[in-house]
């Protein structure tokens, strides 16, 4: 399409052609668009990591359609496998199929050894919110118990029940009557303590609390069907739970007879450099929700795998029409092939180090940079005010906008949107590494008054 060497955006954003599009689509679609707002582009095509606009502008992507695009836009290899199956068989509802047969042995082999033969697949509607309420679902059929723990700061989805264990108050404001019975606990953001604490004076105080309330007969809290948590807030700010926190959790649930649940939708699938972030932290849980980037190339899928003793739902009790995408099925498994024979997984932790450190050395030279964090290739930049500590909200999108106009798209997010979120493609060279961080130097240099 393009070297990196070139320059990448030759037209005001948005471009001539750009705006006619943006505006068709400000005048039929509805007003809860979201990414045309901040990434006023329309795209023309896209390949790798690159995105080429209808003006000819040409971005490197470091959103991957957010995490969907595991492999980059229109690996080949997985194209030519889902044009096979293309002409086979698009859609099968839950009847098994060879390209369902394959992906669901895939995706139980990627598990620890220890949970291949405990586990099981559940195929959800289409969406990582979907796959939630499938999750949730299961965990209160399974237990008899109606109420859900979850955490200050997850995100879980828009829908009424993934929205309800959703900590971000801002979407729930207007829409009222949601799921009752769900309890919200700090999570472990330490640069951001929710208890007040620092690292000399906390001893994971997050997961004291919820043990304690668990362990109350007059806490006012009854025993949950199930605690559902993200192993790295993805949408709250890309904050990874800290390891004795989440290793807490999992002790305490496991002893009060609680299933477990992980949100893996965003984290899952390579991500953070292994298959699931959880590996990470030495537990297992009983329920994993997964979708994003499960086909490999952006269709649509999710599935929840969990423990056997959990599968006590009857035929028909969590549907849907969508569930059997043989064209998904077929992707993902291409994808996981790939992604083995590749060494993929340990291409992510090694960029995944070379981006952090240079969003490091970034932090280092701007006085608002007040965090940098993640695990592999979910990395991201918390603003605030260095006097107030206020969020930084306008200067988040302020540098946002200048990358843009530099040709990188990167995604903000975080508690009023202060903070810069970096998923590139699991793909991603380390030459594309460099040049994004180079070109977010340049966006704190145009918009950062700090920086130096």
Same mark, same amino acid.
């Given at each position: 399409?393009?070297?990196?060497?070139?320059?990448?955006?030759?037209?005001?954003?948005?471009?001539?052609?750009?705006?006619?599009?943006?505006?068709?689509?400000?005048?039929?679609?509805?007003?809860?668009?979201?990414?045309?707002?901040?990434?006023?582009?329309?795209?023309?095509?896209?390949?790798?990591?690159?995105?080429?606009?209808?003006?000819?502008?040409?971005?490197?992507?470091?959103?991957?359609?957010?995490?969907?695009?595991?492999?980059?836009?229109?690996?080949?290899?997985?194209?030519?496998?889902?044009?096979?199956?293309?002409?086979?068989?698009?859609?099968?509802?839950?009847? $098994? *199929? %060879? =390209?369902?047969?394959?992906?669901?042995?895939? +995706?139980? &082999?990627?598990?620890?050894? /220890?949970?291949?033969?405990? !586990?099981?697949?559940?195929?959800?509607?289409?969406?990582?919110?979907?796959?939630?309420?499938?999750?949730?679902?299961?965990?209160?059929?399974?237990?008899?118990?109606?109420?859900?723990?979850?955490?200050?700061?997850?995100?879980?989805?828009?829908?009424?029940?993934?929205?309800?264990?959703?900590?971000?108050?801002?979407?729930?404001?207007?829409?009222?009557?949601?799921?009752?019975?769900?309890?919200?606990?700090?999570?472990?953001?330490?640069?951001?303590?929710?208890?007040?604490?620092?690292?000399?004076?906390?001893?994971?105080?997050?997961?004291?609390?919820?043990?304690?309330?668990?362990?109350?007969?007059?806490?006012?809290? $009854? *025993? %949950? =069907?199930?605690?559902?948590?993200?192993?790295? +807030?993805? &949408?709250?700010?890309?904050? /990874?739970?800290?390891?004795? !926190?989440?290793?807490?959790?999992?002790?305490?649930?496991?002893?009060?007879?609680?299933?477990?649940?992980?949100?893996?939708?965003?984290?899952?699938?390579?991500?953070?450099?292994?298959?699931?972030?959880?590996?990470?932290?030495?537990?297992?849980?009983?329920?994993?929700?997964?979708?994003?980037?499960?086909?490999?190339?952006?269709?649509?899928?999710?599935?929840?795998?969990?423990?056997?003793?959990?599968?006590?739902?009857?035929?028909?009790?969590?549907?849907?029409?969508?569930?059997?995408?043989?064209?998904?099925?077929?992707?993902?498994?291409?994808?996981?092939?790939?992604?083995?024979?590749?060494?993929?997984?340990?291409?992510?932790?090694?960029?995944?180090?070379?981006?952090?450190?240079?969003?490091?050395?970034?932090?280092?030279?701007?006085?608002?940079?007040?965090?940098?964090?993640?695990?592999?290739?979910?990395?991201?930049?918390?603003?605030?005010?260095?006097?107030?500590?206020?969020?930084?909200?306008?200067?988040?999108?302020?540098?946002?906008?200048?990358?843009?106009?530099?040709?990188?798209?990167?995604?903000?997010?975080?508690?009023?949107?202060?903070?810069?979120?970096?998923?590139?493609?699991?793909?991603?060279?380390?030459?594309?590494?460099?040049?994004?961080?180079?070109?977010?130097?340049?966006?704190?240099?145009?918009?950062?008054?700090?920086?130096?």
């Amino acid at each position: 399409m393009t070297t990196l060497d070139e320059p990448l955006v030759r037209t005001e954003l948005p471009g001539p052609a750009s705006r006619e599009y943006l505006a068709r689509q400000e005048s039929r679609e509805s007003s809860a668009r979201s990414y045309p707002r901040r990434l006023p582009i329309a795209v023309r095509r896209a390949e790798g990591a690159l995105i080429e606009d209808v003006d000819g502008n040409v971005f490197l992507d470091f959103l991957a359609g957010a995490g969907v695009l595991s492999l980059g836009h229109g690996h080949p290899e997985i194209i030519a496998a889902v044009r096979e199956q293309l002409g086979t068989l698009v859609h099968g509802l839950d009847l $098994p *199929t %060879p =390209a369902k047969d394959r992906f669901t042995e895939l +995706q139980l &082999e990627m598990l620890p050894a /220890p949970m291949r033969d405990r !586990f099981v697949v559940h195929f959800c509607g289409p969406t990582g919110a979907n796959a939630i309420e499938a999750a949730i679902k299961l965990c209160k059929l399974a237990t008899g118990r109606g109420d859900i723990f979850a955490f200050h700061g997850g995100f879980h989805g828009s829908t009424a029940g993934a929205m309800a264990v959703t900590g971000d108050l801002h979407p729930k404001a207007k829409v009222p009557n949601g799921m009752p019975g769900v309890h919200f606990f700090p999570f472990s953001h330490c640069a951001r303590c929710p208890l007040g604490l620092t690292p000399d004076t906390c001893a994971t105080n997050c997961a004291t609390y919820l043990e304690r309330v668990l362990a109350d007969p007059n806490g006012g809290v $009854p *025993t %949950p =069907a199930a605690v559902l948590v993200e192993v790295v +807030q993805g &949408e709250g700010g890309g904050i /990874p739970a800290s390891p004795e !926190f989440l290793r807490r959790i999992r002790e305490i649930t496991r002893r009060a007879g609680v299933p477990l649940i992980l949100d893996e939708v965003q984290t899952g699938c390579g991500r953070t450099g292994t298959w699931y972030a959880f590996e990470q932290y030495g537990i297992e849980p009983d329920v994993i929700v997964a979708s994003k980037a499960l086909s490999g190339i952006g269709l649509p899928t999710a599935i929840i795998l969990y423990d056997k003793v959990l599968d006590t739902w009857a035929p028909g009790a969590h549907i849907g029409t969508f569930r059997g995408n043989q064209l998904a099925f077929a992707g993902g498994a291409k994808a996981i092939e790939i992604i083995r024979r590749d060494g993929i997984l340990a291409k992510v932790a090694e960029r995944g180090e070379q981006l952090a450190g240079r969003l490091r050395k970034i932090g280092e030279r701007s006085a608002w940079v007040a965090d940098t964090r993640g695990l592999g290739l979910m990395q991201s930049i918390e603003l605030a005010d260095p006097a107030t500590g206020a969020h930084a909200t306008e200067l988040a999108r302020a540098i946002q906008a200048a990358a843009l106009r530099l040709g990188l798209i990167l995604e903000v997010g975080g508690r009023d949107g202060c903070v810069l979120r970096l998923l590139p493609p699991l793909t991603i060279t380390e030459e594309q590494v460099e040049k994004g961080a180079d070109l977010l130097e340049r966006a704190f240099g145009a918009a950062d008054p700090s920086f130096v």
